[in-house]
C-alpha cells in the first residue's frame, strides 16, 4: 500500500474514532499517534488502518484497549522531586499570601491519569494552609479524557510500591490502611473532584490559582498547543501559575506564559494577552495595478464606503491609503498619508503593527490577530479584529501591505457573557458535585457513583443493582455463619460440660493427680498434687513433668510412663520421696494411659499416693 493511502486510511480512522467515541485526536502529532496506534494493531495482528477500522466495529471491546494505549498513563506522586519542592516552598507561599482569609483556592490538574498528582498537590496545599483551612478553602479539579484511569483514581487506593516516594509522615498523615493497599483520607478526598474533560474540545476550568498539566502538552502538535495554552491562559486569574512536565518547554508562546523558573517547569501568566486562537481567512488583493486618477479616486470610494476600517502601508513602510472608517477610527487626516507608519500613534496602539507587518512579509500569508483591545479614556473598551493581508505585484514581489480593522466589540460582549453563563454553569456544576459527595458513605462503589451525578451520572443505576446483589451475598453468607456460629456455641458448651465433670472428678480423687501429654508436658494438676508436693497448679501447667524440682524422682518415673504411652493398660511404680513439709515417704504411682475416642493414646493419667512406711 502507498504512503498516500496508508495516510488517508489513517485520517478516516481518525474520524471513526471520534465520530463513535468522542474522542478527537485528530489535534495529536502524527507520527507519536501512528506509532502508538500500530502498536496496538500488531497485538491484534492487524496490518493496516482499513482493516483495524472494520476491526473495531466488529470488536467493540477493543475501543478501551486502544485507548490505553494511545493514551499513555504515566505518573506517580511527587514525580519530579526538585520541582515540587520549588512549588512548595515558594509558588504555594505566594498564592496563600495574595488570598485573603477566607478566599477559596482553585487548582486544576489536567491529564492526571490515576490521580497521583491531584493527590500530591492536595497533600502540598494541606502542609502548607492547615488541615481546617484546606478543608474548608481548597478545590483541586483533576481531569483526564481516559475513564479507566479516572476510576482508578476516584478509588483512591494505592499499594505500597506506588507510595514509595511518599515521605513516611504524609503517608500517616493523609493515607490509611485497608486490608494491603493505602487510602487516601476521606475528609480530604472530598476536596478532590474528578471528571473526564478533553483539552482540545471541552471549556476549561476558569479562575484558577494554579493549573498543573505535566507532560500533557507534548503529545499534541503545535497548532493544538496554541490552543490549548490559550484556554490555560483564560482559565488562571491575572496572578495565576502554571506547572508543566520536565519534557515541556513555552519557548514559542511566550505571548500567554512567562517563566518562574525554568528549571522547575513553573510559568507565570502574562497579562491583558489576547485570548481567541482562531485565525480568520481574508480576501486576497486584485492584480490589477490602478494607477489613473479616475481609478484611484474609484478605489478611495469603494474603501470609503466599506463596512471595515483598512489602511494600506507600502514596502518603505510609509502609511500609503487609509479609507473614511479608519481616519476616523484612528484620527488619521490627509497629512498622515505618506508618513512613515512609526511616527503615527496606529503603528503601537491598539497592537504592535510593525511586528505583524514584519511577519506577514517573512511567512508570505495573511496574519491574523484577534480581539485586540482598546481602551478609551472614559473607560469603554472597544475590540478589533486586526489583519495584515501582504500585497504582491504580477512577478509575485512583495509591493506592501493591507491592514484591517474590523470592530468585534458585541460579538465580544456576547462571548464574554456566555463566558460567564458557562461560569454560573460550572459553579451551579461544582456545587452539585459538593451536595453529592457529602452523600457518599463508606461503599466505594456508591461514592463513584455520586462523584460523576457531575460529569456522566451515567454508572449510579449500574452501581445500585451490584451493591444490591452483594448485600444478598452478604446476607446469605451471614446466615451461613449464624448456623455454623450456633453449631460451634452448642459443641464449646457440650466440651465446656464434659471438661467441668472430668475435672469435678480429678479434682474430688484422694489421690494426686497428674495429667500429661505425649512431650510429658502437664494438662492437669489436682489440690491433692499440689498438697503432696508443694507446687500449685498455675506454676506446673504446660511445664515438662521431667523438669519439675520436687521431692519426687521424677526420672525413675520415664520408663513406666513411657510404656503406656507405648501401649501397656497400667504401670504400678512405689517410689521413695519426701513431702512438701520435708517428711520421707513411700509414693505409689499409678500411670494409665489417656486416649481419645479413637482409642489414641495422647498422653498419660499418674495417681500419686502416699503408703504408710
Known amino acids: 500500500?502507498?504512503?498516500?493511502?496508508?495516510?488517508?486510511?489513517?485520517?478516516?480512522?481518525?474520524?471513526?474514532?471520534?465520530?463513535?467515541?468522542?474522542?478527537?485526536?485528530?489535534?495529536?502529532k502524527r507520527p507519536s499517534l501512528m506509532r502508538r496506534i500500530s502498536k496496538r494493531m500488531q497485538m491484534v495482528s492487524i496490518e493496516?488502518?482499513?482493516?483495524?477500522?472494520?476491526?473495531?466495529?466488529?470488536?467493540?471491546?477493543?475501543?478501551?484497549?486502544?485507548?490505553?494505549?494511545?493514551?499513555?498513563?504515566?505518573?506517580?506522586?511527587?514525580?519530579?522531586?526538585?520541582?515540587?519542592?520549588?512549588?512548595?516552598?515558594?509558588?504555594?507561599?505566594?498564592?496563600?499570601?495574595?488570598?485573603?482569609?477566607?478566599?477559596?483556592?482553585?487548582?486544576?490538574?489536567?491529564?492526571?491519569?490515576?490521580?497521583?498528582?491531584?493527590?500530591?498537590?492536595?497533600?502540598?496545599?494541606?502542609?502548607?494552609?492547615?488541615?481546617?483551612?484546606?478543608?474548608?478553602?481548597?478545590?483541586?479539579?483533576?481531569?483526564?479524557?481516559?475513564?479507566?484511569?479516572?476510576?482508578?483514581a476516584r478509588q483512591a487506593s494505592y499499594g505500597d510500591k506506588e507510595l514509595q516516594e511518599v515521605d513516611a509522615k504524609l503517608k500517616d498523615k493523609y493515607f490509611e490502611p485497608l486490608n494491603s493497599r493505602h487510602s487516601f483520607r476521606a475528609d480530604f478526598r472530598r476536596c478532590v473532584i474528578f471528571g473526564r474533560h478533553d483539552l482540545v474540545q471541552d471549556a476549561p476550568i476558569s479562575h484558577l490559582d494554579l493549573l498543573i498539566s505535566r507532560n500533557t502538552l507534548m503529545y499534541f502538535n503545535a497548532e493544538t498547543q496554541a490552543r490549548i495554552l490559550a484556554r490555560f491562559h483564560f482559565a488562571l486569574k491575572e496572578n495565576g501559575y502554571l506547572f508543566l512536565g520536565r519534557a515541556e518547554l513555552l519557548s514559542t508562546h511566550g505571548n500567554?506564559?512567562?517563566?518562574?523558573?525554568?528549571?522547575?517547569?513553573?510559568?507565570?501568566?502574562?497579562?491583558?494577552?489576547?485570548?481567541?486562537?482562531?485565525?480568520?481567512?481574508?480576501?486576497?488583493?486584485?492584480?490589477?495595478?490602478?494607477?489613473?486618477?479616475?481609478?484611484?479616486?474609484?478605489?478611495?470610494?469603494?474603501?470609503?464606503?466599506?463596512?471595515?476600517?483598512?489602511?494600506?502601508?507600502?514596502?518603505?513602510?510609509?502609511l500609503a491609503l487609509a479609507d473614511q472608517k479608519a481616519r476616523l477610527l484612528f484620527t488619521l487626516n490627509p497629512k498622515d498619508i505618506g508618513r512613515p507608519l512609526q511616527d503615527l500613534e496606529i503603528s503601537y496602539r491598539p497592537v504592535e503593527l510593525r511586528s505583524l507587518i514584519e511577519q506577514a512579509y517573512a511567512e508570505r500569508r495573511t496574519v491574523t490577530l484577534t480581539s485586540a483591545e482598546r481602551r478609551f479614556p472614559n473607560g469603554e473598551v472597544q475590540y478589533l479584529d486586526v489583519i495584515v493581508a501582504p500585497l504582491y505585484d504580477e512577478g509575485r514581489n512583495p509591493f506592501g501591505v493591507s491592514v484591517s480593522f474590523t470592530d468585534v466589540t458585541s460579538f465580544q460582549n456576547v462571548q464574554e457573557e456566555l463566558r460567564h453563563s458557562n461560569e454560573e454553569l460550572q459553579t451551579t456544576g461544582e456545587e452539585l458535585q459538593s451536595s453529592n459527595e457529602e452523600l457518599e458513605t463508606?461503599?466505594?462503589?456508591?461514592?463513584?457513583?455520586?462523584?460523576?451525578?457531575?460529569?456522566?451520572?451515567?454508572?449510579?443505576?449500574?452501581?445500585?443493582?451490584?451493591?444490591?446483589?452483594?448485600?444478598?451475598?452478604?446476607?446469605?453468607?451471614?446466615?451461613?455463619?449464624?448456623?455454623?456460629?450456633?453449631?460451634?456455641?452448642?459443641?464449646?458448651?457440650?466440651?465446656g460440660t464434659a471438661n467441668a465433670f472430668l475435672q469435678s472428678i480429678l479434682a474430688s480423687l484422694r489421690s494426686g493427680a497428674a495429667v500429661v501429654d505425649a512431650s510429658f508436658n502437664i494438662l492437669f494438676w489436682n489440690h491433692k498434687a499440689e498438697d503432696l508436693w508443694g507446687l500449685r497448679a498455675d506454676e506446673v501447667k504446660g511445664q515438662s513433668l521431667l523438669s519439675l524440682d520436687i521431692g519426687l524422682p521424677i526420672e525413675q518415673m520415664r520408663e513406666a510412663i513411657r510404656s503406656c504411652l507405648a501401649g501397656e493398660e497400667h504401670q504400678h511404680v512405689v517410689l521413695d520421696a519426701t513431702n512438701r513439709r520435708g517428711k520421707a515417704i513411700k509414693c505409689r504411682i499409678t500411670c494409665t494411659p489417656l486416649m481419645t475416642s479413637n482409642r489414641e493414646r495422647q498422653g498419660a493419667i499418674l495417681l500419686m499416693d502416699e503408703m504408710e512406711r
Open 48 to 152: 493496516s488502518f482499513g482493516d483495524y477500522m472494520d476491526y473495531l466495529e466488529v470488536h467493540p471491546e477493543e475501543f478501551p484497549q486502544l485507548f490505553n494505549t494511545i493514551l499513555i498513563n504515566v505518573t506517580s506522586f511527587f514525580r519530579d522531586p526538585p520541582a515540587w519542592d520549588y512549588l512548595a516552598g515558594e509558588i504555594i507561599p505566594r498564592i496563600l499570601k495574595d488570598k485573603k482569609k477566607d478566599e477559596p483556592i482553585r487548582v486544576w490538574t489536567a491529564g492526571c491519569a490515576s490521580g497521583e498528582e491531584a493527590y500530591t498537590i492536595a497533600m502540598a496545599l494541606a502542609e502548607a494552609m492547615g488541615v481546617q483551612a484546606f478543608r474548608q478553602r481548597t478545590k483541586v479539579y483533576a481531569t483526564d479524557v481516559d475513564e479507566e484511569a479516572l476510576n482508578l
Open 442 to 495: 463508606t461503599n466505594e462503589e456508591l461514592q463513584s457513583s455520586n462523584e460523576e451525578l457531575e460529569t456522566t451520572n451515567e454508572e449510579l443505576q449500574s452501581t445500585n443493582e451490584e451493591l444490591e446483589t452483594m448485600n444478598e451475598e452478604l446476607q446469605s453468607t451471614n446466615e451461613e455463619l449464624q448456623t455454623l456460629n450456633d453449631e460451634l456455641q452448642q459443641r464449646t458448651d457440650e466440651a
Open 256 to 318: 500567554f506564559f512567562t517563566p518562574m523558573d525554568l528549571k522547575s517547569r513553573i510559568f507565570t501568566r502574562v497579562p491583558q494577552v489576547n485570548m481567541r486562537d482562531r485565525v480568520l481567512a481574508v480576501a486576497h488583493p486584485g492584480n490589477n495595478v490602478l494607477d489613473t486618477p479616475r481609478q484611484n479616486r474609484l478605489v478611495e470610494l469603494a474603501l470609503d464606503w466599506s463596512p471595515v476600517a483598512k489602511i494600506v502601508v507600502d514596502l518603505n513602510g510609509n
Open 1 to 28: 500500500m502507498s504512503e498516500r493511502e496508508d495516510n488517508k486510511q489513517f485520517e478516516s480512522l481518525l474520524s471513526y474514532l471520534q465520530q463513535n467515541r468522542g474522542f478527537d485526536f485528530t489535534g495529536y
